[in-house]
């Protein structure tokens, strides 16, 4: 199995290299060292130390510590220069931490271009497939995990997880799912609750809510039980689908298994009722949400307003606003509308 996805991947990772290279976007150098994963994550080749110098890169590692926060690509194309500029060059850690920042600013370009600054440096992979996946380049996202299986190393779970969620941004829903039962045949990535829930989410954005169902079932039957993440989404989208009855079982199976909602399932069951004009349920969910000690946000009070009043209940959709106010909720525009 593992040869068969190291073949495919590899495959894969030669046709996007080849074919979409006019496009700009940078390819893998062949001499590449690269990132070896060890327990969660993943450690690092790091620079060798040096004693000679070893004040002048304390002082380098402990301006990044102390300037962790960095909110402009400005800020982070400043402190990588000055990084690369040291010999020996910082550890590994100190370029990862700066990537991590500007991938979470969701300056991928920035990251990818960063990446390249460090030649051979290596394959920061999971941040890198990350940023390829966020600029739709699925077909880059492979040609990294294509070299990592050329040089002989395996990625983990996070890994694949990313690559899923890449194809669900591109809408890729089938490849999602394919990747997803190679991991469940495959030995060494089984999927966790985040594969499960990242999936879930990706057959729900397509309204195939009985394969997000399926899912959910079958995560029942592994060691990483169904969380309020998976329930949440399906209740979501069967009331978007306005099968308000199947959300509500689904709600009480949820809480049955000692699994508490929290004001998104609420928001979502709440949603679903009022499009059907439901507006006595509503209230009831309301009043349970606080009950519960759960905060109803704007949206929660919005909805309910707004079904007042197409049921031409005026003075309740006034109260329920008046409730708002006393609880420091400030009504938008379109509550007011």
């Known amino acids: 199995m593992l040869k068969m996805m190291m073949r495919n991947i590899a495959a894969s990772a030669s046709f996007y290299c080849s074919s979409r290279r006019w496009r700009g976007m940078p390819c893998l150098h062949t001499n590449s060292t690269v990132v070896v994963f060890a327990n969660n994550y993943f450690a690092f080749f790091h620079s060798q130390p040096s004693k000679r110098i070893k004040s002048t890169r304390t002082q380098l590692e402990q301006a990044v510590i102390n300037s962790p926060n960095i909110t402009t690509v400005e800020d982070a194309f400043n402190v990588f220069d000055r990084m690369l500029q040291k010999r020996p060059l910082p550890s590994l850690v100190r370029f990862t931490q700066i990537l991590t920042q500007v991938a979470k600013l969701k300056h991928y370009s920035a990251v990818i271009s960063l990446y390249n600054q460090m030649g051979a440096w290596g394959i920061l992979i999971t941040i890198l497939i990350n940023c390829y996946c966020h600029l739709n380049q699925i077909g880059f ?165 707004d079904t007042l009043c197409k049921e031409g209940m005026v003075v309740e959709a006034e109260g329920v606003v008046e409730m708002m106010i006393q609880r420091d909720i400030e009504p938008d525009m379109v509550t007011y509308n």
């Not at 779970?157 to 190679?182: C, D, M, Q, S, W």
């Not at 309204?207 to 997000?212: E, Q």
Request: glycine residues 6%; hydrophobic residues 45%.
């Open 141 to 305: 996202s492979l040609s990294v995990l294509g070299k990592f299986f050329k040089l002989g190393l395996e990625p983990n779970v996070l890994t694949f997880n990313t690559l899923i969620n890449g194809y669900l941004l591109e809408h890729r829903v089938p490849e999602a799912a394919a990747l997803f039962h190679k991991m469940m045949r495959a030995g060494n990535w089984k999927p966790n609750v985040v594969t499960f829930g990242t999936l879930i989410m990706g057959f729900c954005m397509r309204g195939n809510n009985c394969a997000a169902i399926q899912l959910l079932r079958k995560m029942e039957e592994r060691p990483c039980k169904p969380d309020l993440v998976a329930y949440s989404r399906i209740i979501d989208s069967l009331c978007k689908d306005t099968q308000v009855v199947d959300a509500l079982n689904l709600f009480s199976e949820m809480i049955s298994k000692g699994i508490a909602p929290n004001v998104i399932t609420y928001n979502s069951l709440m949603n679903g009722v009022c499009k059907l004009g439901e507006w006595k349920e509503a209230t009831r969910l309301l009043n349970e949400t606080v009950s519960k000690n759960i905060v109803p946000d704007v949206f929660a009070f919005k909805v309910l307003v």
